[in-house]
């Protein structure tokens, strides 16, 4: 209880005093997740969006892969993106391995799967709704997965939001492409399991709330933006 509330303080402390390198370290962190986020997304909404009209032999195979790539070990994606950017891998020439670049490389493989399943349930039960209008309408299947995407864009934002969620809260892969650098690629998650392994555990809590902290504040931002919470809507 008495590291919880040191956590706590020490919390207060960074932001009040706007630390320097928790200000460092919070945009890196920012710009890796939100980076990485709306990559999958404009890769993973499309996608999801195709499969929920599409129709072909082996759909459900696809559909049961994707679901399963919503579980993917993120220090196994660390692993093989390490492999491919490393001087011996074949992207080893581009000189990205423990660049922020690497790092959003292993979580657009990590994200991009949830993103897409979460889009391709949304849109499934919204291509159930308006199949027979929109096949009455003569669409070509590019104007329905637009139609598709624009009508549920309140819902594809939770899966982007689902996406942001577990891309901020990333550590395994992010420790092996990025390697914790110091002023280059330490984030939140990395800066914590660094101070929770020298002991410091009310830092480590400290940063723990600032990344809980600008999690909800990102969600927040969000929803008030895209106005997904207005009066006299539900």
């Known amino acids: 209880m008495n590291d919880i509330l040191q956590g706590l303080l020490e919390a207060g402390r960074l932001v009040v005093t706007l630390d320097p390198d928790l200000i460092e370290i919070s945009i890196r962190s920012l710009e890796v997740t939100l980076s990485a986020v709306l990559i999958s997304s404009l890769l993973g909404i499309p996608f999801g969006a195709w499969l929920a009209v599409k129709r072909f032999r082996h759909r459900r195979a696809a559909i049961a892969v994707l679901n399963a790539l919503m579980g993917l070990p993120p220090v196994v994606v660390g692993l093989v993106v390490y492999l491919m950017l490393s001087r011996s891998g074949p992207f080893g020439v581009?000189?990205?391995?423990?660049?922020?670049?690497?790092?959003?490389?292993?979580?657009?493989?990590?994200?991009?799967?949830?993103?897409?399943?979460i889009a391709h349930q949304a849109m499934r039960e919204m291509w159930a709704e308006y199949h027979d209008l929109l096949i009455s309408l003569n669409t070509t299947r590019w104007q329905r997965i637009k139609a598709l995407v624009w009508d549920g864009r309140r819902a594809l934002l939770t899966a982007s939001l689902a996406g942001f969620g577990r891309g901020i809260g990333e550590v395994g892969a992010i420790m092996i492409v990025g390697g914790n650098i110091d002023n280059a690629t330490r984030v939140l998650t990395t800066a914590i399991a660094l101070e929770t392994g020298k002991g410091d555990f009310a830092l480590a809590l400290g940063l723990g709330f600032v990344l809980i902290g600008l999690a909800i504040a990102v969600n927040w931002l969000i929803h008030i933006l895209s106005r997904t919470e207005v009066s006299g809507q539900w």
């Open 94 to 117: 581009f000189g990205l391995l423990f660049t922020p670049a690497a790092m959003i490389i292993a979580q657009v493989i990590i994200l991009t799967p949830l993103i897409a399943s």
